[in-house]
Structures are given as C-alpha cells and as structure tokens.
C-alpha cells in the first residue's frame, strides 16, 4: 500500500496531466459530426505516433547491436505512423476543401 | 528529472508547444472547415517534438547519440509512409489507417521490449519488481503489442483475406486469455529480482497472440469500430511510455487520442445502436439466426431502359450508396447520374447510412471526392422521414445498411440496428454484382420484396450503362 502511495507522490503532476487530458481529450471530439469521424480517426491516429519519440530516446542510448537494430525498427515505425497517418489524414479532408472553394 | 540547462527548458517548453498544437489540432479536425488546417496543425506539433528531440534530449547527462542512425530511419520510415499513403486508393484508406496504428503500436512494444534491461537495479535492490518503471513497461508491452497484431487481423478482415471465426468458445478462452496475461504481469512485478528477459519475450508473444484472437470472432463488418477501439488502446500505450520517459509531449498526446478514440469508439457504437461490449464478445454475423429464409421467394430484375424511364420520370430519388460503390469506384458516375436528373428536374438526394463502406464517414469522404455537393447528402433519419415521398430509391453496392431483418426480425443478428428504411419509397431499385449476401453475412428480404427490382452487374458498368440509355430517351 505504501509503495502505491510512494509511487503516485512521486508522479502525481504526471498522474495531474493524465487526468485532465482524458478529459481534455473527451470535451475536444464530443460534439463531432459523423462526416467526420474517418478522418478524425486517421488524424487521432497519426497523433499518437507521438511514440516515435520515446523509439528516438532508447535509439539515441542504445550501447549494443541489438538495442541498435531494434531501435531502428522502432524509429522506422513509429515514422511510417506519423508520416502515413497525417497524409493520408490530408488526402481524405482534400476533398472536403475542394468543395468548400467551390461553393 | 535532469538538472536545469537552457536547452532542457527549450526542450520543456517545445513540448508544451507540441502538446498546444495537438490540442487545437485535434479540436479543429473535428468541424468540416478548418479539418484540413488542424490536421496539419498537429503534423507541425510533432514535426517541433521530433527536431527538439533530438538536438535537446538528454539522458544521464548524455545527448542523443546515433544520430546518423536515426536520421536514415526516419528518412526510411518517411519515403515508405509517404508514398504508402499517397498511392493508396480512396476506396483502401481504412485498410491504411488500420495498418499504420499497427506501427504505432509495435512500436510502443519495442520500446518496452529495450528498456526492460535498463530497469535500474538500485531501484530493484530497494523494492524487488514491484515498482512504477517496471509496471509502465509491462502495460506498454501488452498494450503496443495487442494494437499490433490486432490492427493486423483488422486489415487482413477489411481486404476479406481473413474470415470471421465465430465460436462461443473462443469468448472464454479469450477471456482466461486475458487473465493469464495480467497474471503474468503482477508474478514479475512480484518477484524480488530481474527475470530473465525470455520471460519478457514470453509474455510479448503472448499479448501478440492475444491481439489476434481477440480480434478473430468480431465480424467483418465491426472492423472500423474495432480499428477505433485499437487507435485509442496505441494511444494508451503512447501514454505509459511518456510515463516511462517523463516525457509530457508523449504523455498528453498519447492519452488525448486515448480518451478521444474512446469517445470516438462509443459513438460509432451508438450510430449502430449497440454496446462497445455487444461488439466485442457478440459475434456479428452468420450462426444459425436468419435461417428464416425460404427457396421460394422470387427476385425480380429491371431492364435498363426500364429503369431509364422510371427515374426519368420521377419526383424524388434517393440514392443509398454503400461499399459497392467504393469497390466499383462508381462515385463519379453516380454523380453524373446525378447531375443528368437534375437537369431533368429530379430532385436527388443521398442517403447516408453512418457505418456504410468499411468505416464511418467512408461514403461521405468517396462522394466528397466525386464533387458531390454537400447539401445532397441527408443522414439517415432525414432520409427516413422523406422515404414515403420518395420516388424510387437506387442502392448501389449497399446491403446490411437497407436490411429490412434490422426491424422486423427479432431473430437476425442485425436487430435493432437503425437502417434506411428503401422499402418505405414507392419503387426500389438494387445495383449489385450478384445474389451474394453483405458483408454481414446476412440474408436480405429487401431484394425479394414487391417493391424491388434488380440490376445486375458491377455498379460502374450498370451505371454507364443507366446514364448512356438516359441520355437516349
């Protein structure tokens, strides 16, 4: 019991955070219309490519060879997730802004 | 928490930035205006997180290192990523999503994977296992690894490589199968020393199988709310490894797309009228419920000219697309079907059912591509509510999303799911390939109804055809 009280003293600005981005998180997309939900989907997933910096960090650290390659894969992934993730999220919203000009 | 330098702090503070612009980003791709601007929004945000990275980041003291190493991997990962999305056809994009949410998430299991060894043994020595590091490593492990392999069984559902295996067996098994893996978690963090790393690679396969087989029994047509589902649980894991990092950049970008994908997952959900929990462990589809089908009943078909002249002559058409429509990219002709109506004073509209295609909002983004205005397309309800009105419908490479068994079979798998009620219109007119049922598996009563007649073929082809024989009236 102890030890869960010692362990959410010493992150509690981190467990502040987490608390009110799930909130955050919940209030932002709540009133979205169903038009939207693909690329909001696409969009949210590209956004937590955001693990590509944790891959960069034991990357940037890695002292052996498999560390090393398995840091690659890692940095090579969570890249294809952030890159492809926001293209194609802008090929899919493409089109809406093509009609908007129009009209 | 490294001491204070200048560069930490502008590292801190380009992290705050990032975190802003993922917000306003996210915030912005949710009204149809400004989608576009937030999207890039957010791609600007992690574009700062990833430079500041890695000139600023340190650890111990020590800078990132390897960066050549580094760098030919995000050029690697970039090319691959850009040309994957670029060539990817409109019709495949959730096959696209779904596969990069996998990387996503083999990533976080990766990282996991390298920083069990690095667990610092003081903290070990002072309190066994049992503590925050070696827990956020398990959970991103667990987590990143079912994103993977389950966004894997997704997209090989989406492309119809892998079918549905639906056993009440696999439920239980499932279930223990989840159990055991939380066993596993708290009998490492109990034990008093480090385990041996092949008990860690151990329980990664087993999160990977697990993805699979949870995966497996939820039916095809479940695929964009399980694709959702994943996306959030990716964001999760983004999460644990912010915590691992104390990195607050992958700590609120992690838990936004965690608890707005939730969000997201729920109302897909409701848009089908049924629980997250319903589609998880309700096999969709198939076992014996329909069997209420009977060999006598009889499908009638409508000759092109025919069909010319019944929409020619119309008030009111509605037209319902589905996946058919995306698989025969049809989008265009439809619109110039649509446009050849008008300017015989038809008035057409589209009915859009919420989970028609393979993901929500999939017909609107394909119609939106063919120039469709806006204001033609009606959501179901409203559609529903001018059926009777209604002149002749067209269903075009829809099935499951116009099924009458939704309300008036308690027995079908697809009660009580709201669908475009086609039948209610004064003709019906059905474009298929063939007599195949949808993507649920499902009878359908619509293409025996009186009111219905068939056209046979793939929907580009009817549709050139139906626009040629307009034309020549």
């Known amino acids: 019991m102890e030890e869960a009280l010692r362990f959410f003293y010493n992150n509690r600005e981190l467990i502040f955070i987490i608390i009110l981005s799930i909130f955050l998180g919940i209030e932002v997309i709540s009133h979205v219309p169903a038009v939207l939900h693909t690329p909001l989907m696409s969009g949210a997933n590209a956004i937590h490519g955001v693990v590509i910096i944790g891959a960069i960090i034991v990357m940037g650290h890695a002292d052996n060879i498999l560390a ?36 | 928490m ?24 996210l915030k912005k791709l949710s009204h149809p205006a400004t989608a576009r601007n937030g999207n890039l929004w ?33 050029l690697i990962g970039t090319v691959v990523g850009w040309l994957a999305a670029k060539k990817v056809k409109m019709t495949a994009m959730p096959q696209m ?44 492990l667990m987590i990143g690894s079912v994103s993977f392999s389950g966004s894997m069984i997704a997209l090989g559902k989406l492309d119809d490589k892998i079918g549905d295996v639906k056993t009440k067996l ?10 055991l893996l939380v066993a596993m978690i708290v009998f490492i963090l109990l034990m008093p020393v480090k385990p041996d790393m092949i008990w860690i690679y151990l329980f990664a396969a087993l999160a990977l199988i697990y993805g699979i087989t ?35 950049v992958m700590l609120t970008g992690g838990i936004l797309v965690g608890s707005s994908g939730t969000i997201l997952t729920i109302l897909m959900c409701k848009a089908m009228n049924r629980s997250l929990l319903n589609v998880i462990i309700g096999a969709f589809g198939g076992s ?107 269903v075009v490479g829809a099935n499951d999303v116009v099924n009458p068994a939704a309300e008036d079979d308690p027995a079908s798998p697809i009660y009580g799911m709201p669908v475009i009620k086609a039948w209610e219109a004064r003709n019906v007119i059905v474009m298929k390939r063939s007599m195949a049922k949808g993507y649920a598996a499902i009878e359908n009563n619509l293409f025996f109804h009186p009111k219905n007649r068939m056209l046979f073929g793939d929907a580009k082809a009817s549709m050139q055809k139906l626009i040629a024989e307009i034309k020549n009236l």
């Open chain 2, 42 to 74: 957010a791609a600007g945000g992690m574009l700062l997180a990833i430079v500041f990275t890695i000139l600023f980041h340190k650890k111990d003291g020590a800078h990132i290192g390897n960066i050549p190493w580094i760098l030919a991997a995000l």
């Open chain 1, 68 to 103: 090393m390659v398995l840091g690659f894969i890692a940095v090579v992934l969570g890249t294809l997730n952030v890159v492809g993730g926001f293209v194609v999220t802008d090929r899919m919203l493409e089109m809406f802004k093509k009609k908007k000009t129009k009209n």
């Open chain 2, 97 to 140: 999503v779904s596969l990069f949410n996998g990387m996503g998430g083999a990533c976080a299991a990766l990282i996991s994977l390298m920083e069990f060894p690095h667990i610092p043994e003081e903290l070990i020595a002072h309190h066994g296992m049992l503590n925050g590091e070696t827990f956020t490593i398990m959970m991103g």
């Open chain 2, 288 to 394: 014996a419920a329909g069997a209420a089908y009977d060999g006598d009943k009889t499908v009638k078909e409508i000759s092109l000219s025919d069909a010319a002249v019944l929409l020619s002559y119309s008030q009111k058409v509605l037209i319902v697309p589905g996946y058919g429509l995306a698989v025969a990219q049809a989008q265009h002709l439809c619109h110039e079907l649509d446009d050849l109506l008008t300017s015989k004073g038809v008035e057409v509209k589209y009915g859009i059912h919420p989970v028609a295609g393979r993901m929500p909002g999939h017909m609107n983004v394909l119609l939106a591509e063919a120039d469709v205005p806006y204001e033609k397309l009606t959501e179901m309800e409203d559609a529903n509510n001018e059926m009777n009105n209604t002149d002749v419908v067209i």
């Open chain 2, 214 to 248: 949870f995966v497996l029994p939820i039916g095809g047509a479940d695929m964009p709310v399980v694709i959702s589902l994943l996306n959030s649980f990716t964001g999760v894991a983004a999460a644990f490894g912010g915590f691992l990092y104390d990195n607050q």
């Open chain 2, 2 to 25: 490294e001491t204070f330098t200048s560069q930490i702090s502008i590292l801190e503070m380009s992290y705050i930035l990032a975190s802003v612009l993922f917000v306003l980003g």
């Open chain 2, 170 to 179: 696999m439920r239980y098994f499932n279930l223990a199968f989840l159990l």
